[in-house]
């Protein structure tokens, strides 16, 4: 018996694979392990749209209050201040303040001007609305993550999917319970505002539609805990949540949970400003269009803090103090795909899978050695270390093993004899033409070779195709199909060879019934 | 062991028309059933919500029934056992866009009072993504199929591309008659078992005719149905007992593998008896129907071993530095 580079690098083929696939397979603390995928460990995977409509809505909001701010602040006068079809409309009292408030227009980026004499219509320009809603998915994006990783969850993946989708997935979830709170923060639009109330029509908010509020550019807001209680409210805010830089909990004097929230220093100063000229007058604290409290301005607040209080459990308060923290979510989003897989399931489908691999892996094992003697032993040495080699590359790439990606191993098993089947015909034929040993061992290996070659790469088109276009599960089947296919290239190609080339000399040319599963006719 | 063994040609090609009137007959008779019944198109493909829910014992179906009777959002569902008769599936067409509460917790609270139970999966596809998801299946298989046209023709000869192909419409086609027939769910594992499919079909093909493009430079014949006997009696062995092997193995899928792969390893056992026989007695056939001539092919052989003579003889001269 002599070594040569094939059995060496088989041998190191089988240590690599041995090695690698210890830590998945015995569960070990260290090395490199193989991710099992949400449907075999339970878990929430969802595919979110995202509403842009509602972004660009916004935005123009929060430019109106900009523009009302800056007009009040040079001490412009204006009038018939609206938002209406996305667009900005007002009048200026004074044709002299024209230039100023051209300046103030000016030095905003994005918008488009109207003037039709004094009055003044804005709009947001298509490449703004573009941009709007591109930075409301990605904004989306970081929200939902600075979310889901201030609940303190098992490595949570949330990443931008196509043009507007953004792809959710949440292992370790243990009752449906956990999940709909996870759910829940994640829709949370968390969208603060301090509003202005209107107090001159206030008096008579319960008899007045909402078309008609809109009419004094107000809206009617209802109260958070009370839906009965409505508050006429100034439709443009004073100052919203973009301005925020830190929400917690806390507790007030009856230790009922408030959320306090502090503003960076333009939103402390705008807040000053209009605390310092309102006092008297109401402040309406609003968190998804529901006012949680609207206490009277006793004095100008400086220090841009303020605090939300009024009807939450703590658990609530905490998800809302997230969801503050991580910003407010632009653009709603709503559910496309969801999948959640208990995790008793997942173990389930597991075991299952074992099974199934295990019983066809002895089959195949017991059938390959029945039906080709040690040949068949061989081609099972093989199959074996593939096996090994396939967990252990998966393990090395962090790719992640799904329910369909175990069918795709054991139907890798099934299949990677094939190449071990097809030598094994070509050598028993040659011997049959009464070639040596040695040159049916050679020229079976070379004249199955592109046989082979061929089949594995049109396989591996296949596969590559359904990476390409699958989804979660179907990406993992393809992804252990192709890692089956080259791994059995080196295994089933390479490997048998050097061993056979180790056996050579061993080989028995009497004896083929042992080795090849083969008699000879005529003792030849 | 041997189960065959290679003594003479076995005259397959003199029987090909009565199994292309037979897979004419099976074709023709999936698509019949593909037009007439369709596809029983799962969630994935057609939207909708599927909750599953294992109960503690035998689960109350009409119980559960009843339950979600009262709710708008169940209407129309089904309630069937899944697997066992502890576990049940629940399947609607409609779907929510809500976050917050969705259809799975609308259902938790509608069967309190049921039983001891648990849901173990609820999966929700929008009708966007349905959409989307089928025309990316579509777009995969007929992605497949070009990419394996492209390298058959490239590694052998165009017939041989062509050939290839339509054995493999034919698996495909047969393998979805038989979906729609024993009325199979159509979810995105079905689309990956008949890509699947494909792809083992295509090995079995390409195998077979790896040994004709052999046997045309070596069988003494220039009858291409000679040829062609010849080498797929030689290859039949290996055929039968690939075909064995991974049919043993996906068996052992289909019993064991439990409900949720039931339709993916049914439509894997379907394809791979349809894949060896379509290699066998459909792909074969197909080569002398387009009229593939040996003399032909032998004469380019020819040509080609030439050409590239010469050029080693010009490249010899080169390095010797004398032209």
């Known amino acids: 018996m002599k070594l040569n580079y094939r059995v060496l690098v088989f041998i190191a083929a089988a240590i690599f694979g041995l090695a690698l696939s210890a830590p998945s397979l015995l569960n070990l603390q260290k090395g490199p392990k193989i991710t099992l995928g949400l449907d075999l460990q339970g878990g929430l995977h969802m595919l979110l749209g995202v509403d842009t409509d509602e972004a660009i809505e916004s935005k123009i909001k929060s430019l109106a209050s900009s523009v009302k701010y800056a007009a009040e602040d040079e001490d412009l006068i204006i009038d018939e201040f609206k938002v209406r079809d996305g667009k900005i409309g007002f009048e200026l009292l004074d044709k002299d303040d024209m230039p100023k408030m051209d300046e103030i227009l000016k030095k905003i980026e994005g918008i488009a001007v109207q003037k039709d004499g004094l009055k003044y219509t804005v709009s947001l320009t298509p490449q703004e609305i573009e941009s709007v809603k591109k930075y409301a998915i990605t904004q989306a994006v970081d929200t939902i993550r600075n979310r889901l990783d201030q609940f303190g969850l098992a490595e949570p993946t949330v990443a931008k999917q196509g043009e507007d989708k953004i792809l959710v997935e949440v292992p370790g979830i243990k009752t449906p319970e956990q999940e709909q709170r996870i759910r829940e923060l994640i829709a949370k639009a968390a969208h603060l505002q301090l509003m202005a109330i209107d107090e001159e029509r206030a008096a008579n908010v319960d008899r007045m539609t909402p078309a008609e509020a809109a009419q004094y550019g107000d809206v009617i807001l209802k109260d958070a805990q009370n839906p009965n209680r409505k508050y006429l409210v100034k439709e443009i805010p004073i100052l919203d949540g973009s301005m925020l830089t830190d929400a917690r909990v806390a507790f007030d004097k009856n230790n009922q949970p408030v959320i306090n929230f502090s503003l960076n220093s333009q939103g402390a100063q705008i807040f000053g400003d209009f605390t310092g000229k309102n006092v008297g007058k109401r402040l309406a604290v609003v968190l998804d269009n529901r006012v949680y409290s609207a206490p009277v301005i006793r004095e100008r607040i400086g220090g841009g803090s303020g605090q939300i209080s009024g009807g939450f459990s703590v658990k609530e308060a905490h998800d809302v103090a997230i969801a503050l923290r991580s910003g407010a979510l632009l653009a709603p989003v709503f559910m496309e795909e969801k999948r959640s897989v208990g995790p008793s399931l997942g173990a389930d489908s597991i075991k299952a899978s074992m099974v199934a691999l295990i019983t066809g892996f002895i089959a195949v094992v017991v059938f390959m050695i029945l039906y080709y003697g040690i040949a068949g032993a061989v081609a099972d040495v093989a199959l074996i270390v593939n096996l090994f080699l396939i967990l252990a590359i998966m393990a090395l790439f962090g790719a992640t093993l799904t329910l369909p990606g175990m069918a795709g191993i054991v139907l890798t098993v099934g299949m990677a004899v094939d190449a071990n089947v097809i030598i094994n015909e070509r050598i028993r034929e040659l011997l049959y033409e009464g070639k040596s040993v040695a040159k049916a061992i050679e020229q079976g290996y070379a004249n199955a070779f592109s046989a082979i070659l061929d089949a594995n790469i049109t396989t591996l088109i296949a596969a590559v195709v359904l990476y390409a276009y699958g989804t979660g599960p179907i990406k993992g089947f393809a992804i252990t199909m192709s890692i089956g296919i080259l791994a059995s290239m080196l295994t089933a190609i390479l490997g048998t060879h050097g061993i056979w080339q180790m056996l050579e000399s061993k080989i028995d040319k009497n004896r083929l019934n042992r080795w090849f599963g083969i008699k000879l006719e005529g003792g030849r | ?323």
Request: net charge positive; hydrophobic share 45%; glycine share 8%.
């Open chain 2, 1 to 323: 062991m041997e189960l065959f063994r290679y003594k003479k040609p076995i005259p397959l090609m003199s029987k090909s028309k009565i199994f292309f009137a037979l897979s004419l007959i099976a074709v023709l008779a999936s698509y019949v059933l593909i037009f007439t019944k369709g596809f029983n198109y799962g969630i994935d493909f057609a939207g909708g919500t599927l909750v599953q829910v294992k109960y503690e014992g035998k689960a109350p179906i009409d119980k559960v029934r009843e339950a979600i009777k009262s709710s708008k959002t169940f209407e129309g569902a089904s309630v069937n056992y899944f697997g066992s008769d502890d576990e049940i599936v629940i399947k609607v067409r409609t779907s929510s866009k809500k976050l917050g509460t969705d259809i799975g917790d609308e259902a938790r609270k509608l069967l309190e009072g049921t039983g001891k139970f648990e849901i173990r999966r609820v999966d929700m596809v929008g009708p966007k993504v349905g959409n989307e998801l089928r025309e990316k299946g579509i777009m995969a298989l007929v992605l497949a199929i070009a990419g394996i046209l492209l390298y058959v023709s490239f590694r052998f000869e165009w017939r041989f591309a062509i050939a290839s192909v339509l054995a493999l419409v034919h698996d495909i086609s047969i393998a979805m008659g038989a979906i729609v027939l024993f009325n199979v769910e159509v979810n995105l594992d079905i689309l990956a078992a008949l890509l699947t499919i494909l792809g083992y079909s295509l090995n079995d093909t390409i195998i077979v005719f790896d040994r004709i493009r052999e046997g045309l430079t070596t069988v003494k014949s220039s009858k291409l149905a000679d040829v062609i006997d010849e080498s797929v009696t030689r290859t039949l062995s290996r055929t039968t007992l690939t075909s064995l092997t991974t049919f043993f193995v996906v068996l052992t899928l289909f019993l064991m593998g439990g409900e949720i792969i039931h339709g993916f390893s049914f439509t894997l056992l379907v394809g791979i008896i349809v894949g060896t026989y379509s290699s066998i007695f459909i792909a074969s056939p197909l080569l002398m129907m387009m009229g593939f001539d040996v003399e032909n092919y032998r004469k380019k052989l020819a040509e080609k071993k030439k050409r590239e003579q010469e050029k080693a003889k010009m490249r010899a001269m080169y390095e010797q530095g004398t032209v």
